[in-house]
Protein backbone atom coordinates (compact mmCIF):
# COMPACT_ATOMS: atom_id res chain seq x y z
CA UNK A 1 0.00 0.00 0.00
CA UNK A 2 1.37 3.47 -1.02
CA UNK A 3 -0.27 6.52 1.11
CA UNK A 4 0.10 10.28 -0.82
CA UNK A 5 -0.06 12.78 1.49
CA UNK A 6 2.08 15.26 4.35
CA UNK A 7 3.52 13.12 6.94
CA UNK A 8 4.69 13.66 10.42
CA UNK A 9 6.48 15.81 11.36
CA UNK A 10 4.59 18.16 9.14
CA UNK A 11 2.83 19.50 11.94
CA UNK A 12 -1.21 18.99 11.87
CA UNK A 13 -4.03 16.53 12.23
CA UNK A 14 -3.99 15.22 8.72
CA UNK A 15 -0.21 14.43 8.79
CA UNK A 16 -0.59 12.90 12.01
CA UNK A 17 -3.64 10.64 10.19
CA UNK A 18 -1.68 10.09 7.37
CA UNK A 19 1.35 8.64 10.32
CA UNK A 20 -1.02 6.87 12.28
CA UNK A 21 -2.69 5.61 9.40
CA UNK A 22 0.69 4.20 7.94
CA UNK A 23 1.49 2.38 11.51
CA UNK A 24 -1.91 0.99 11.58
CA UNK A 25 -2.05 -0.92 8.18
CA UNK A 26 2.04 -1.92 9.07
CA UNK A 27 0.69 -3.16 11.86
CA UNK A 28 -2.06 -5.21 10.36
CA UNK A 29 0.70 -6.68 8.43
CA UNK A 30 0.69 -4.84 4.90
CA UNK A 31 3.83 -3.38 3.33
CA UNK A 32 3.19 0.34 3.43
CA UNK A 33 5.17 3.38 2.34
CA UNK A 34 4.05 7.36 2.06
CA UNK A 35 5.04 9.51 -0.60
CA UNK A 36 5.34 12.91 0.91
CA UNK A 37 6.33 16.48 -0.26
CA UNK A 38 9.26 18.50 0.52
CA UNK A 39 7.32 21.00 -1.25
CA UNK A 40 3.61 21.48 -0.71
CA UNK A 41 2.23 24.37 -1.35
CA UNK A 42 2.27 26.62 -4.73
CA UNK A 43 3.06 29.92 -2.46
CA UNK A 44 4.55 30.85 0.57
CA UNK A 45 3.11 29.10 3.77
CA UNK A 46 2.94 32.17 6.17
CA UNK A 47 3.83 29.64 9.10
CA UNK A 48 6.13 26.88 10.52
CA UNK A 49 5.29 23.70 8.46
CA UNK A 50 7.43 21.29 10.50
CA UNK A 51 7.71 20.24 14.16
CA UNK A 52 11.13 20.15 15.00
CA UNK A 53 12.63 16.39 13.98
CA UNK A 54 14.41 15.82 17.45
CA UNK A 55 10.56 16.69 19.22
CA UNK A 56 8.11 14.11 17.48
CA UNK A 57 5.08 14.08 18.48
CA UNK A 58 3.99 10.36 17.57
CA UNK A 59 6.03 8.02 16.41
CA UNK A 60 8.27 8.97 12.88
CA UNK A 61 6.63 6.60 10.07
CA UNK A 62 10.26 5.19 8.87
CA UNK A 63 9.06 4.20 5.09
CA UNK A 64 8.42 8.08 4.21
CA UNK A 65 9.93 9.41 1.33
CA UNK A 66 9.60 13.55 0.51
CA UNK A 67 9.30 13.81 -2.93
CA UNK A 68 6.89 15.50 -4.01
CA UNK A 69 7.50 19.18 -5.00
CA UNK A 70 3.72 21.38 -5.65
CA UNK A 71 6.55 22.86 -8.50
CA UNK A 72 7.51 20.18 -10.78
CA UNK A 73 4.45 18.36 -12.68
CA UNK A 74 6.83 16.14 -14.25
CA UNK A 75 8.05 14.89 -10.86
CA UNK A 76 4.56 13.94 -10.20
CA UNK A 77 4.05 11.45 -13.12
CA UNK A 78 7.10 9.90 -12.53
CA UNK A 79 6.14 9.02 -8.74
CA UNK A 80 2.92 7.50 -9.82
CA UNK A 81 4.26 5.71 -12.48
CA UNK A 82 7.01 4.06 -9.61
CA UNK A 83 3.18 3.36 -7.75
CA UNK A 84 2.02 1.23 -10.41
CA UNK A 85 3.21 -2.14 -8.51
CA UNK A 86 1.67 -1.40 -5.29
CA UNK A 87 -2.36 -3.31 -4.83
CA UNK A 88 -3.67 -0.13 -3.12
CA UNK A 89 -2.71 3.80 -3.36
CA UNK A 90 -4.42 6.19 -1.30
CA UNK A 91 -4.62 9.74 -1.74
CA UNK A 92 -5.23 11.94 1.25
CA UNK A 93 -7.94 15.19 0.53
CA UNK A 94 -8.92 18.01 1.75
CA UNK A 95 -8.05 21.12 -0.30
CA UNK A 96 -9.01 20.78 -4.27
CA UNK A 97 -7.04 23.92 -5.20
CA UNK A 98 -3.58 22.39 -3.63
CA UNK A 99 -3.97 18.81 -4.28
CA UNK A 100 -6.36 18.82 -7.09
CA UNK A 101 -3.95 19.31 -10.01
CA UNK A 102 -1.62 16.79 -8.46
CA UNK A 103 -3.80 13.81 -7.62
CA UNK A 104 -5.40 14.42 -11.01
CA UNK A 105 -2.13 14.27 -12.47
CA UNK A 106 -1.22 11.04 -10.56
CA UNK A 107 -4.31 9.33 -10.96
CA UNK A 108 -3.99 9.94 -14.64
CA UNK A 109 -0.18 8.06 -14.97
CA UNK A 110 -1.24 5.25 -12.61
CA UNK A 111 -4.03 4.59 -15.26
CA UNK A 112 -7.52 2.41 -15.05
CA UNK A 113 -6.46 -1.23 -14.78
CA UNK A 114 -3.67 -0.74 -12.13
CA UNK A 115 -3.74 -0.59 -8.13
CA UNK A 116 -6.76 0.05 -6.45
CA UNK A 117 -7.35 4.01 -6.14
CA UNK A 118 -8.89 5.28 -2.90
CA UNK A 119 -9.13 8.94 -2.23
CA UNK A 120 -9.51 9.39 2.02
CA UNK A 121 -11.33 12.62 1.91
CA UNK A 122 -10.95 14.99 5.03
CA UNK A 123 -13.15 17.10 3.57
CA UNK A 124 -15.02 17.29 -0.12
CA UNK A 125 -14.60 20.93 -0.70
CA UNK A 126 -13.52 23.16 1.40
CA UNK A 127 -15.53 26.05 3.40
CA UNK A 128 -16.32 28.75 1.32
CA UNK A 129 -15.36 26.91 -1.95
CA UNK A 130 -15.68 28.25 -5.90
CA UNK A 131 -16.66 26.64 -9.27
CA UNK A 132 -12.87 25.93 -9.72
CA UNK A 133 -13.27 24.11 -6.62
CA UNK A 134 -15.93 21.91 -7.18
CA UNK A 135 -14.62 21.31 -10.53
CA UNK A 136 -11.14 20.05 -9.23
CA UNK A 137 -13.26 17.88 -7.02
CA UNK A 138 -15.02 15.97 -9.68
CA UNK A 139 -12.14 15.85 -11.86
CA UNK A 140 -9.90 13.88 -9.37
CA UNK A 141 -13.17 11.73 -7.67
CA UNK A 142 -14.19 10.65 -11.25
CA UNK A 143 -10.67 9.15 -11.43
CA UNK A 144 -10.60 7.36 -8.13
CA UNK A 145 -11.93 3.76 -7.99
CA UNK A 146 -13.16 4.51 -3.94
CA UNK A 147 -13.57 7.21 -1.71
CA UNK A 148 -13.41 7.08 1.79
CA UNK A 149 -15.44 9.59 3.99
CA UNK A 150 -15.36 9.96 7.78
CA UNK A 151 -19.46 10.87 8.00
CA UNK A 152 -23.00 10.23 5.96
CA UNK A 153 -22.94 13.72 5.68
CA UNK A 154 -20.03 14.22 3.88
CA UNK A 155 -21.45 10.90 1.75
CA UNK A 156 -24.04 12.72 0.74
CA UNK A 157 -21.84 15.51 -0.53
CA UNK A 158 -20.09 13.39 -2.28
CA UNK A 159 -21.99 11.79 -3.94
CA UNK A 160 -23.70 14.88 -5.47
CA UNK A 161 -19.91 15.71 -6.97
CA UNK A 162 -19.33 12.69 -8.41
CA UNK A 163 -20.84 8.55 -9.19
CA UNK A 164 -17.76 6.86 -7.31
CA UNK A 165 -18.44 4.31 -4.98
CA UNK A 166 -17.89 5.86 -1.46
CA UNK A 167 -17.24 4.18 1.91
CA UNK A 168 -18.01 5.82 5.27
CA UNK A 169 -15.85 5.11 7.70
CA UNK A 170 -15.88 7.06 11.42
CA UNK A 171 -12.11 8.67 11.83
CA UNK A 172 -10.09 7.10 14.55
CA UNK A 173 -8.70 8.92 17.22
CA UNK A 174 -4.82 9.77 16.88
CA UNK A 175 -3.68 12.01 19.69
CA UNK A 176 -0.39 13.32 19.88
CA UNK A 177 1.14 13.48 23.46
CA UNK A 178 -0.63 10.93 24.84
CA UNK A 179 -0.96 7.43 25.60
CA UNK A 180 -3.38 7.13 28.71
CA UNK A 181 -6.60 8.33 29.95
CA UNK A 182 -6.57 11.71 32.15
CA UNK A 183 -8.77 11.23 35.19
CA UNK A 184 -11.96 13.69 35.62
CA UNK A 185 -10.84 17.51 36.88
CA UNK A 186 -11.59 17.21 40.75
CA UNK A 187 -12.83 20.61 40.98
CA UNK A 188 -14.70 23.39 38.72
CA UNK A 189 -12.26 26.38 37.72
CA UNK A 190 -14.80 28.38 35.44
CA UNK A 191 -12.25 28.44 32.76
CA UNK A 192 -13.15 27.56 28.98
CA UNK A 193 -10.89 26.19 26.30
CA UNK A 194 -10.63 26.63 22.23
CA UNK A 195 -7.94 24.54 20.68
CA UNK A 196 -6.83 23.93 17.18
CA UNK A 197 -6.57 25.86 14.03
CA UNK A 198 -8.26 29.37 14.27
CA UNK A 199 -10.21 29.97 10.68
CA UNK A 200 -13.48 31.50 10.14
CA UNK A 201 -15.37 28.82 10.17
CA UNK A 202 -14.34 27.56 13.51
CA UNK A 203 -16.43 30.21 14.73
CA UNK A 204 -14.16 31.40 17.62
CA UNK A 205 -15.63 34.98 17.10
CA UNK A 206 -18.65 33.87 18.24
CA UNK A 207 -17.47 32.36 21.58
CA UNK A 208 -16.16 35.36 22.26
CA UNK A 209 -19.85 36.90 22.22
CA UNK A 210 -21.51 34.27 23.97
CA UNK A 211 -18.65 34.58 26.70
CA UNK A 212 -19.58 38.22 26.80
CA UNK A 213 -23.24 37.05 28.26
CA UNK A 214 -21.79 34.49 30.43
CA UNK A 215 -19.93 36.50 33.62
CA UNK A 216 -16.99 34.77 35.57
CA UNK A 217 -15.82 32.57 32.95
CA UNK A 218 -12.48 32.96 31.03
CA UNK A 219 -11.02 31.19 28.12
CA UNK A 220 -8.18 30.40 26.79
CA UNK A 221 -7.73 30.17 22.68
CA UNK A 222 -4.63 28.03 21.71
CA UNK A 223 -4.13 27.70 18.44
CA UNK A 224 -2.73 28.99 14.98
CA UNK A 225 -4.03 31.96 13.34
CA UNK A 226 -5.33 31.87 10.05
CA UNK A 227 -5.03 35.01 8.09
CA UNK A 228 -6.82 37.73 9.95
CA UNK A 229 -8.18 36.03 12.57
CA UNK A 230 -5.53 37.50 15.37
CA UNK A 231 -6.12 41.14 14.74
CA UNK A 232 -10.05 40.07 14.50
CA UNK A 233 -10.33 38.20 17.39
CA UNK A 234 -8.31 41.11 19.16
CA UNK A 235 -10.20 43.87 17.93
CA UNK A 236 -13.62 41.89 19.31
CA UNK A 237 -11.85 41.46 22.78
CA UNK A 238 -11.50 45.15 22.93
CA UNK A 239 -15.16 45.83 21.62
CA UNK A 240 -16.66 43.45 24.36
CA UNK A 241 -14.08 44.47 27.21
CA UNK A 242 -12.77 41.16 27.44
CA UNK A 243 -8.99 41.95 27.76
CA UNK A 244 -9.15 40.39 31.75
CA UNK A 245 -11.32 37.37 30.63
CA UNK A 246 -9.96 36.40 27.24
CA UNK A 247 -6.15 35.00 26.77
CA UNK A 248 -4.55 34.64 23.21
CA UNK A 249 -2.06 32.00 22.63
CA UNK A 250 -1.24 32.36 18.78
CA UNK A 251 0.87 29.58 17.41
CA UNK A 252 1.12 25.94 16.58
CA UNK A 253 0.91 24.18 20.32
CA UNK A 254 3.36 21.21 20.58
CA UNK A 255 1.95 17.97 21.97
CA UNK A 256 4.43 18.24 25.10
CA UNK A 257 2.04 21.52 25.93
CA UNK A 258 -1.40 19.86 25.04
CA UNK A 259 -2.09 18.59 29.03
CA UNK A 260 -0.99 21.79 30.58
CA UNK A 261 -3.99 23.32 29.01
CA UNK A 262 -6.76 21.00 29.58
CA UNK A 263 -5.65 20.67 32.93
CA UNK A 264 -6.72 23.98 33.59
CA UNK A 265 -9.99 24.26 32.00
CA UNK A 266 -13.76 22.49 32.47
CA UNK A 267 -14.17 22.01 28.86
CA UNK A 268 -13.63 22.25 25.44
CA UNK A 269 -15.68 24.60 23.46
CA UNK A 270 -15.60 23.76 19.55
CA UNK A 271 -18.33 26.13 18.57
CA UNK A 272 -17.78 25.59 14.61
CA UNK A 273 -19.74 27.00 12.06
CA UNK A 274 -19.45 24.33 9.84
CA UNK A 275 -17.35 21.03 9.91
CA UNK A 276 -16.57 17.77 8.98
CA UNK A 277 -14.47 15.30 11.32
CA UNK A 278 -12.58 16.36 14.19
CA UNK A 279 -10.37 14.26 16.70
CA UNK A 280 -10.90 17.27 19.60
CA UNK A 281 -13.27 15.40 21.36
CA UNK A 282 -11.42 12.07 21.46
CA UNK A 283 -8.69 14.36 22.71
CA UNK A 284 -10.95 16.12 24.95
CA UNK A 285 -12.59 12.81 26.58
CA UNK A 286 -8.84 11.76 26.79
CA UNK A 287 -7.71 14.32 28.83
CA UNK A 288 -10.80 14.03 31.47
CA UNK A 289 -12.27 17.06 30.04
CA UNK A 290 -16.04 17.41 28.60
CA UNK A 291 -17.34 19.35 25.47
CA UNK A 292 -19.48 22.04 24.56
CA UNK A 293 -20.03 22.09 20.23
CA UNK A 294 -22.35 23.16 17.59
CA UNK A 295 -24.28 20.55 16.07
CA UNK A 296 -22.11 20.37 12.72
CA UNK A 297 -20.24 17.49 10.69
CA UNK A 298 -19.24 14.25 13.11
CA UNK A 299 -19.99 16.35 16.48
CA UNK A 300 -23.89 15.44 17.92
CA UNK A 301 -22.49 11.55 17.19
CA UNK A 302 -19.59 12.21 19.18
CA UNK A 303 -20.98 13.86 21.81
CA UNK A 304 -23.93 12.88 23.69
CA UNK A 305 -25.92 15.91 24.71
CA UNK A 306 -26.29 16.25 28.65
CA UNK A 307 -24.41 13.16 29.24
CA UNK A 308 -20.39 13.79 28.03
CA UNK A 309 -21.02 17.27 26.70
CA UNK A 310 -23.64 19.83 25.38
CA UNK A 311 -24.73 20.65 22.11
CA UNK A 312 -25.74 24.16 20.62
CA UNK A 313 -27.06 25.85 17.06
CA UNK A 314 -23.82 26.91 15.12
CA UNK A 315 -23.05 30.38 14.36
CA UNK A 316 -25.58 31.49 17.57
CA UNK A 317 -23.94 33.46 20.40
CA UNK A 318 -27.16 33.48 21.73
CA UNK A 319 -27.12 29.36 21.88
CA UNK A 320 -23.92 29.12 22.61
CA UNK A 321 -23.85 31.27 25.77
CA UNK A 322 -27.27 29.59 26.93
CA UNK A 323 -24.89 25.86 26.77
CA UNK A 324 -22.26 27.38 28.55
CA UNK A 325 -24.74 28.82 31.18
CA UNK A 326 -26.14 25.24 31.83
CA UNK A 327 -22.69 23.86 31.97
CA UNK A 328 -22.37 26.20 35.00
CA UNK A 329 -25.27 25.13 36.59
CA UNK A 330 -25.16 23.42 39.81
CA UNK A 331 -23.32 19.52 39.60
CA UNK A 332 -23.68 20.13 35.65
CA UNK A 333 -20.14 20.08 34.90
CA UNK A 334 -19.06 17.74 37.56
CA UNK A 335 -21.94 15.36 35.90
CA UNK A 336 -20.55 15.65 32.51
CA UNK A 337 -17.20 15.03 33.42
CA UNK A 338 -17.57 11.78 35.21
CA UNK A 339 -19.65 10.34 32.61
CA UNK A 340 -16.95 10.87 29.64
CA UNK A 341 -16.93 7.60 27.10
CA UNK A 342 -14.16 5.10 26.95
CA UNK A 343 -11.74 4.85 23.94
CA UNK A 344 -12.79 2.71 21.21
CA UNK A 345 -9.42 4.02 19.57
CA UNK A 346 -8.23 0.27 18.69
CA UNK A 347 -11.62 -0.83 17.27
CA UNK A 348 -12.02 2.17 15.37
CA UNK A 349 -8.80 1.66 13.88
CA UNK A 350 -9.31 -1.97 13.25
CA UNK A 351 -12.53 -1.21 11.37
CA UNK A 352 -11.27 1.92 9.32
CA UNK A 353 -7.94 -0.01 8.08
CA UNK A 354 -10.48 -3.31 7.25
CA UNK A 355 -12.52 -0.84 5.29
CA UNK A 356 -9.44 0.74 3.57
CA UNK A 357 -8.22 -2.79 2.43
CA UNK A 358 -11.77 -4.47 1.48
CA UNK A 359 -10.84 -3.53 -2.05
CA UNK A 360 -7.10 -3.53 -2.58
CA UNK A 361 -5.77 -5.06 -5.43
CA UNK A 362 -9.21 -6.16 -7.16
CA UNK A 363 -8.61 -4.09 -10.32
Given at each position: ?37 K ?20 P?F ?64 Q ?42 A ?63 L ?8 L ?22 C ?24 P ?57 D ?15
Amino acid sequence: IAIVGPVHPYKGGIAQHTTALAHHLKAAGHTVTIISWKSQYPFFYPGVQFVPEDKPELPVFKDSRRVLSWKNPIGWWQWARKLKKYDEVIFAWWVPTIQGPVYWTMLRALGRHGPHLLVLCHNIIQHGAGAKDKFLTRLVFDRADELLVHTKDLANIASDVTATPIAIASIPAHLPGQSTKQKPHATVQKHLLFFGLVRQYKGVDVLVQALAEVPDVTLTIAGEMWGKQQAKLEQLIEQLELGKRVTLLPGYVPAESIAGLFAKCDALVLPYRAATATQNTAMAFNQGVPVIATRVGSMPQQIRDGTDGLLCKPNDSASLAAAIHRFYEAGVAKKLAANLPASTAENDWKHYVSTIIAHAGKN
